[in-house]
């Protein structure tokens, strides 16, 4: 099982980026996806959660509901985080992994917001 993060970098707060996730060693159409993002010293935090189906809807906390969008594509197998209206508390190492499996992290993908 593999995961590998990008899109992500510096931006300033009120900005966008959208963060891609292409996973393999498993068959991507049949699993629950999440996004996750990693700070220091307080680990990770789920930030979404996609149903397998394609165009089913995220699930997001309400950190992010109304800014974050997610997606997927099954015939990628990719993982979209699009995040808009970004807040300096975004500043993290964004992360895909399956829902609830113990998978090996990928390397992320940081974002930074800062002025």
């Known amino acids: 099982v593999q995961y590998v993060e990008s899109g992500g970098g510096l931006v300033q707060p009120g900005g966008s980026l959208r963060l891609s996730c292409v996973a393999s060693?498993?068959?991507?159409?049949?699993?629950?996806m999440s996004w996750y993002r990693r700070t220091p010293g307080k680990g990770y935090d789920l930030v979404a959660t996609?149903?397998?189906?394609?165009?089913?809807?995220?699930i997001l906390p309400d950190s992010v509901k109304g800014r974050f969008t997610a997606s997927r594509d099954n015939a990628k197998n990719t993982l979209y985080l699009q995040m808009n209206n970004l807040k300096p508390d975004d500043t993290a190492v964004y992360h895909c992994?399956?829902?609830?499996?113990?998978?090996?992290w990928g390397q992320g993908t940081q974002v930074t917001v800062s002025s």
């Open positions: 996609l149903p397998r189906r394609n165009g089913a809807s995220a």
């Open positions: 992994r399956r829902t609830f499996m113990s998978d090996p």
């Open positions: 060693g498993f068959r991507f159409e049949i699993d629950d």
